[in-house]
């Protein structure tokens, strides 16, 4: 990865010195309702982390937040998984190839959470990396399945931890 490009974890530990920039650093939907809500989302997200629910990563050019991914343990129909919790893309860089990564923030970010879900099988037992499409958008879904998720069941969408 480019030097000017990194990850940051963010845990119950130090979420706190984040948690300003964090909401005022993104860029959110054009449109006010979409807008409100993904702020609300980052905001719920980040009070997720504070109870140690789930952990936080921001990936971040220079110092710039281009978008952030949080992961937590889940059981879903009896089925371990690791969880995408929440994911976010700054509205500047949705869609776009960011040179350093050779990819969109949504991919990157994905690929990252199936490596970390890959590292968590080595300690647990989990079959899959799944997440719950916003508001099950078609939009999304569509997105997701584009990205080799399958439908868990009617509301989850899965890929499986190799």
């Given at each position: 990865m480019?030097?000017?490009?990194?990850?940051?974890q963010?845990?119950?530990?130090?979420?706190?010195?984040y948690?300003v920039r964090?909401?005022?650093?993104?860029?959110?939907?054009?449109?006010?309702n979409?807008?409100t809500r993904?702020?609300t989302?980052?905001?719920?997200?980040?009070?997720?982390?504070?109870?140690?629910?789930?952990?936080?990563?921001?990936?971040q050019?220079?110092?710039?937040?281009l978008?952030?991914?949080?992961?937590?343990?889940?059981?879903?129909?009896d089925?371990?998984?690791v969880?995408?919790d929440?994911l976010?893309?700054?509205?500047?860089y949705?869609?776009v190839?960011?040179?350093?990564?050779?990819?969109?923030?949504?991919?990157?970010?994905?690929?990252?959470?199936?490596?970390?879900?890959?590292?968590v099988?080595?300690?647990?037992?989990?079959k899959?990396?799944a997440?719950?499409p916003?508001?099950?958008?078609?939009t999304?879904?569509n997105?997701?399945?584009?990205?080799?998720?399958?439908?868990?069941?009617?509301?989850?969408?899965?890929?499986?931890?190799?």
């Amino acid at each position: 990865m480019d030097n000017n490009i990194k990850i940051i974890q963010c845990d119950s530990k130090n979420i706190n010195s984040y948690r300003v920039r964090l909401l005022q650093s993104f860029s959110y939907h054009t449109d006010l309702n979409r807008s409100t809500r993904e702020r609300t989302l980052l905001e719920e997200t980040i009070k997720l982390i504070q109870k140690k629910k789930t952990v936080l990563y921001i990936l971040q050019k220079e110092d710039k937040y281009l978008g952030a991914v949080t992961l937590s343990a889940s059981s879903i129909d009896d089925t371990p998984v690791v969880q995408i919790d929440f994911l976010f893309v700054d509205y500047e860089y949705r869609k776009v190839i960011i040179e350093e990564i050779d990819d969109t923030v949504s991919n990157y970010l994905i690929t990252f959470a199936m490596s970390r879900a890959e590292l968590v099988q080595q300690t647990i037992g989990v079959k899959y990396l799944a997440l719950y499409p916003d508001a099950q958008s078609e939009t999304l879904i569509n997105h997701y399945k584009n990205m080799e998720f399958l439908q868990l069941n009617k509301e989850w969408l899965f890929v499986k931890v190799d």
